[in-house]
């Protein structure tokens, strides 16, 4: 699988130029891993590889969407939404199935009998990888990928903006790693809905600072990335445990003590799961932002 390769920037560079090769990265990670996941590679990595393609260029729309404004991206945008609509429920399901639900079974099966439920579970995942798959091959789909390269080929991409791009990433990282910081206070005591803003608030700023840290001190950006992806995955397996509780209201006629048992599982993960995020959040703030 193609996972995110180096970003070729310099700070000579304009800002249209950069967000050209941002995109056209984001687009050879996804092209490269479409081809492993319809080639029925059961490497669930493939499906997660796309997706994060599918996030790193939604996020690079948006930051680059403070120099040529909401409109001129749009239908991508929404296309783009579209897609990740399409592939989601199935990487939800791999992580549901293969990492969340393995602990409980291997823990308490010797109590309890979680057949059904591991039966009915693997079939909603096959139903939804069949769901990805569709959208994956689908002329929807291809379309997309049409424009994305007919856009990144054209003269006039997406309109001349001479300005320095090692000026813009300043303001751009300064932006999101202020919104970052504010959602974030008194972290242990955020309620799940404003947890998730916070995760998607450090998904902004992770990506903003992976395109950009051509253009930094590469030490520097290392300590950083290493706090935030420490941080990252602390709010990442919060929303696991979230997800999963979602995804158990979809099993059909699944076994009442099987379902209470994994349910009550996921409740003392969560807790214990929040709880490491303060220790996190005060390692992340000692570290100080690269682009200063």
Request: aromatic content about 10%; hydrophobic content about 40%.
């Amino acid at each position: 699988m193609k996972k995110v390769t180096m970003i070729d920037l310099n700070k000579k560079m304009d800002v249209a130029t950069a967000c050209r090769e941002i995109v056209k990265n984001c687009l050879q990670q996804l092209q490269d891993n479409t081809v492993g996941f319809l080639d029925g590679e059961e490497d669930c990595e493939y499906l997660r590889q796309m997706r994060v393609g599918i996030r790193r260029m939604r996020s690079a729309f948006s930051v680059f969407s403070h120099a040529f404004g909401n409109t001129i991206f749009s239908d991508i945008i929404r296309e783009l939404r579209w897609l990740s609509g399409e592939l989601g429920p199935a990487r939800n399901w791999d992580v549901f199935v293969l990492e969340m639900l393995p602990p409980v079974v291997n823990a308490l099966s010797s109590k309890y009998d979680f057949t059904k439920l591991m039966q009915a579970s693997e079939i909603l995942r096959r139903k939804n990888r069949e769901r990805a798959v569709t959208a994956t091959e689908s002329q929807r789909f291809k379309v997309l990928l049409l424009k994305l390269g007919a856009v990144l080929s054209s003269d006039t991409w997406p309109q001349k903006d001479a300005s320095p791009v090692g000026d813009f990433a300043d303001l751009i990282l300064e932006k999101c790693y202020r919104n970052f910081e504010k959602s974030g206070r008194r972290v242990t005591t955020l309620d799940a809905k404003k947890l998730h803003a916070l995760r998607i608030d450090g998904k902004k700023l992770r990506y903003a600072a992976e395109f950009f840290s051509p253009l930094y001190s590469a030490r520097a950006v290392r300590a950083f990335l290493s706090a935030m992806s420490g941080l990252q995955d602390a709010l990442g397996a919060v929303n696991d445990a979230a997800t999963t509780n979602h995804l158990l209201e979809e099993l059909p006629n699944v076994d009442p003590g099987a379902f209470c048992l994994v349910k009550g599982w996921m409740a003392c993960e969560s807790v214990q799961r929040i709880s490491r995020l303060g220790p996190q959040w005060v390692k992340f703030n000692t570290i100080d932002p690269f682009w200063n």
